[in-house]
């Protein structure tokens, strides 16, 4: 065997290895955070044996709605194997079905201020963000948030269906910035 062909076969024994422990790992559940509204690294979505509770920090994929379509245009999202080629979202659930939302230039659950959801007029680039109007959370949605000023959340988007919860996020490997 030359030199060359020796060396090709070990490359592709190394990308067949890491292409198979990315396909285990993703079938285990584990996924990668590369967005800065979470600790970046590994995480492991926790299947839910209940319903989602406010609290909880959940891994869900949006919906492929125009709002998300336009926030994967804009880069808030990357893409991924959720519907609409999304990427799955990293939130802590604010409000469940029934709990009114209201934003002022905050947001406020059932009349409670809600830490760090100060809103901002514009995204880093100095384009618009239109906030949700608030209202009171559907039968079979939840309101998200982030404590990451910048994060595109409910804040925005307003509550979305219960049912893309893929599970409870847990930090395996992350890094603190």
Known sequence: MTR???????????????????????????????????????WRIVPLDRKVAVGDLV?????????FTLARQRGYLRLGLCPGWLS????????????????????????????????????????????????????????LHSDFAGSYDSRYFGPIPAAGVLGVARPILTIHR
């Open 4 to 42: 060359r062909r020796r060396a090709l076969t070990i490359l592709g024994i190394g990308a067949a290895a890491v292409t198979g422990l990315l396909a285990l790992g993703y079938v285990g559940g584990l996924r990668i955070n590369l967005t800065p509204s979470y600790p970046l690294g590994i």
């Open 88 to 143: 799955p979202l990293i939130k802590t659930v604010a409000a469940t079905q029934g709990q009114r939302v209201e934003i002022a230039g905050a947001v406020s659950v059932d009349d409670l201020p809600l830490a760090n959801s100060k809103m901002r007029a514009a995204d880093a680039e100095g384009r618009g963000l239109i906030p949700f109007a608030g209202g009171i959370v559907p039968s079979g949605h939840i309101f």
């Open 59 to 67: 891994m869900i994929c949006p919906p492929p709605t125009s709002a």
